[in-house]
């Protein structure tokens, strides 16, 4: 060490110094081992996809439409998810119309008129806490409230409901998120020129929170749209069932896109493991756009202040 | 407005409210005041719907019935400590994957990544949150199982192990994300600090940042484990307990949970409202996963508002 020590420039000497010896293996080492847990969830998310896609092949190749538009059914080579496509739709326009709206005036309230009292802090560690409640305990309220003591039956509409109370809470999160990120500056200055406080959050807040309130609310609308277990507990149909047409979902049996993925996948044939690959891509598809499309919207309009 | 007109002086009056401003005011107000309690009505509900249903199950089952040889409903068998301990084992499990990979993911993302990486990387684990657990459930059942769990054990098709490998890839990305933020928030002028002291990147992550942050990943781990508790579909296609189970610890056999146990309870609902109490335990295992979820929430949120308030 010290006859080579000799040889080095100052320089080299203290960097040598400074690192005690060598270069950082084992710091490198950790570096690599966290990148690689990083790699493993992408390995999984790769892997998951193209398995499930491998097994769709057969469905997509033979009978892309057929399969869309064919309605439930116990034989393999005719079932399809019609009811399933009608039934999730309905339920997402039950959400988006019951939710969004409920779930952004919430925010609004908080975060633009409540004042630190006890009423408000009440209802922000309660929403809080109702974002972490399991979704199916949600669908244990429906079953009580909505189903029973209401009366609605295991109708589609107690299952929009019960969709709707379970996204309320996210919604009202990322809505007061996108509304915090408003500086007050930009609040100050309308007040300061005699706007009310809703003419404020009309004109002035809410258009600069949009597209983090867009967000927000498409991410939670897929949510919801992947949702099963409370789905089954108010009552949709995880089997085989005729139906003739959205009047008659509304009022009567119905199912969604993962509550057939759900059904299909306990049964032991080979061909409905096809189905529910098929199915899945289905439902994957429509949330990883609505995904991407929500990541598109938030770094486009993402705005530093 | 009026002053620019006529040259009167402006009175206290010209700067007062309109009525009508003002009460569209106070009605819009309202609105919003009454969206943000739907929230205390839902929890109200929720409470109210579990209570009642679970008080009637407690006082009417056979006392017998909580504590048999294992969970069969249909039989009027009720044991609670079958159900608890698969919930337990699956959480288990769960954790064992989701402790390294989402405080592994949360430590890069956080220390490591350059912004460009930040954001290749950051839609991977955002993307992995969105899939539905109904469609990792198939993917324990069709794959993992297949693949990892029986090659290396020879265990059978359903088991607690892959649903719970399952469900710890669900929550990874939440541990990943919760534990990154917390890291995130630790102020530079820590780092800074430890590297004035001549300390390396990963003694500067691992001994100074990590120790920081700690009650934020405590909190993030217990989220994680609160939302295992309450993963259902997964269990319910991957775990094989779907008509009832014996009591059982081992991950490598078939086994019930809680939120598993309800939704089997849930399907045959025809018949739940025939059978004497099934429709009412429903309501008693949803109290218990209420309860314990809300418990754990409730600490973690108690370890979040630590690091806030320490920075």
Do not use: C
């Amino acid at each position: 060490m010290v006859t080579g020590e000799r040889a080095l420039s100052t320089r080299e000497a203290v960097e040598h110094r400074l690192r005690a010896g060598g270069g950082d293996t084992a710091g490198l080492v950790l570096q690599g081992a966290l990148l690689l847990t990083l790699l493993i969830s992408l390995g999984v998310l790769v892997v998951l996809v193209a398995d499930i896609l491998i097994r769709a092949i057969p469905v997509i190749a033979e009978r892309p439409i057929d399969f869309l538009t064919s309605p439930l059914s116990s034989r393999p080579a005719r079932a399809g998810i019609l009811q399933g496509i009608i039934g999730s739709v309905l339920l997402m326009a039950f959400v988006a119309t019951i939710a969004l709206p409920l779930g952004i005036g919430a925010a609004v309230y908080l975060e633009e008129y409540a004042r630190d009292t006890w009423l408000s802090r009440l209802i922000r560690t309660n929403i809080r806490n109702l974002a972490g409640v399991p979704s199916i305990v949600f669908g244990l309220m429906g079953l009580a409230i909505f189903v029973s003591t209401l009366g609605l039956g295991k109708s589609l509409i107690a299952g929009g409901l019960t969709l709707a109370v379970l996204v309320l809470p996210i919604a009202v999160i990322t809505t007061s998120e996108a509304l915090r990120a408003v500086p007050l500056s930009i609040r100050e200055a309308a007040l300061g020129v005699g706007a009310t406080r809703w003419e404020t959050v009309r004109s002035h807040v809410v258009p600069y929170a949009a597209p983090g309130i867009l967000t927000g609310t498409i991410l939670s609308l897929a949510r919801a749209f992947g949702e099963t277990a409370p789905l089954l507990m108010v009552g949709a149909i995880a089997g085989t069932f005729s139906s003739g047409g959205i009047g008659d979902m509304l009022g009567g049996s119905y199912t969604a896109l993962p509550v057939i993925v759900f059904s299909w996948s306990g049964q032991p044939q080979d061909e409905f493991r096809t189905l529910t690959a098929a199915a899945i891509v289905v439902l994957l598809l429509v949330i990883l756009l609505v995904n991407a499309s929500a990541i598109v919207l938030r770094n486009r309009y993402d705005r530093r202040w | 407005m009026t002053a620019s007109s006529s040259r009167a002086s402006l009175t206290p009056s010209d700067l007062r409210i309109a009525p009508g401003r003002r009460r569209r005011e106070a009605a819009i107000r309202g609105f919003f005041l009454a969206a943000a309690a739907v929230s205390i009505l839902v929890t109200g509900a929720i409470v109210f719907s579990l209570l009642g249903n679970a008080l009637y199950f407690l006082i009417n089952v056979d006392k017998g019935a909580l504590f048999s040889d294992g969970w069969f409903p249909r039989r009027g068998m009720y044991d609670i400590r079958t159900i608890v301990a698969g919930t337990l084992v699956i959480s288990a499990v769960a954790m064992l994957v989701a402790t390294p990979l989402g405080l592994g993911a949360g430590i890069y993302l956080s220390e490591y990544a350059t912004p460009r990486v930040r954001r290749l990387l950051k839609p991977i684990l955002e993307t992995l949150a969105s899939i539905p657990s109904v469609v990792l459930g198939f993917f324990a059942l069709t794959w993992i199982s297949p693949n990892i769990i029986q090659p290396l054990t020879g265990a059978p098709l359903s088991t607690m192990a892959s649903a719970g490998l399952a469900v710890g890839i669900l929550i990874t990305p939440l541990v990943a994300s919760i534990s990154e933020d917390a890291m995130h928030a630790v102020p530079s002028y820590l780092r800074e600090a430890s590297y004035g002291l001549g300390a390396r990147k990963r003694t500067t992550s691992l001994r100074v940042v990590f120790p920081a942050a700690v009650s934020g990943i405590v909190a993030a781990l217990l989220l994680g484990v609160s939302r295992a508790i309450g993963e259902t579909m997964i269990v319910a296609i991957a775990a094989g307990g779907t008509g009832g189970s014996l009591f059982e610890v081992n991950p490598l056999e078939p086994g019930q949970t809680m939120t598993a146990a309800m939704t089997a309870l849930a399907i045959g609902s025809d018949q739940v409202r025939g059978a004497e109490l099934t429709f009412e335990s429903l309501f008693f295992v949803g109290l218990l996963l209420f309860v314990i979820t809300l418990t754990l929430n409730l600490v973690s949120d108690a370890f979040v508002r630590r690091v806030r308030r320490a920075y």
